[in-house]
């Protein structure tokens, strides 16, 4: 499933390439970068649901505000090169915490960052002189950062004692496919829909009071981005 919906963004977006032509193109400004904001929802391929990050803000920051929620969570820089060549920088928080029937080995919580840096491809679709639809496909390479909490133990009273914390610290590959409506070839809004796989390893010591032999880290991660971006 996963090589599949990498596999229908390359196709959509080489059937979007067929059908662009060059005069569409030629009276408008071309603009040489971009950033985007935006938020996520994210699927780890587990019995839990695409769920969107709530808390809202970048983890990474000195200074978090007091307005979270209203944040971005998502933020993205690139610049395009010739042939629509894009080399772009980007970064999000997500964090989510589980309602599980506490049986040992659940999932309860779940927070980290991620950096990544992509090459992409756009397409661009002139629907009249004010509107048109972009499309970008990007192989990426990123680096994740943070910690999930896995239920182990908890006493008569029913107080969780022992919750194994463990820790993400790990590059992965992926790729990601987006579409973005333009308007007057400067501000856009859309949404980009990725794929990584990261070469997590458990992190637990065999010694260690809170080991989980059946513990596997996340390693596969489906992520969603609504967002707006301006070119300039």
Known sequence: MKLLLLFITFFSTIRVQASLTADSLQDKKQYKNFIEV?????????VHRMAFFRQGGLSWLPI????????????KYA?????????????????????????????????FDDVTLSLGRSFTVSLNKFVGLKYTI?????????TEWVYLAENDYHDVIHICSCDYSSFGLGGTGS?????????????????????????????STYYYKDYKPNRDVLVFHPRLGVLF
Not at 181 to 207: C, D, H, M, Q, W
């Open 179 to 207: 579409m973005d409506i333009v308007l007057a070839n400067r501000l856009y809004f859309g949404g980009s829909l990725g794929y990584t796989y990261y070469f997590e390893k458990s992190k637990l010591k065999p010694t």
């Open 64 to 75: 978090q505000p007091i307005t979270a929620p209203l944040v971005p969570s998502y933020i």
């Open 38 to 46: 935006g938020y996520n929802a994210a699927w780890f391929f587990d």
């Open 138 to 146: 990007s192989p990426s390479v990123s680096y994740r950062w943070g």
């Open 79 to 111: 610049r395009i090169f010739k042939h629509n060549i894009e080399l772009g920088l980007s970064s999000y928080t997500y964090g989510v915490s589980y309602r599980n029937k506490k049986t040992k080995g659940d999932l309860m919580y779940r927070w």
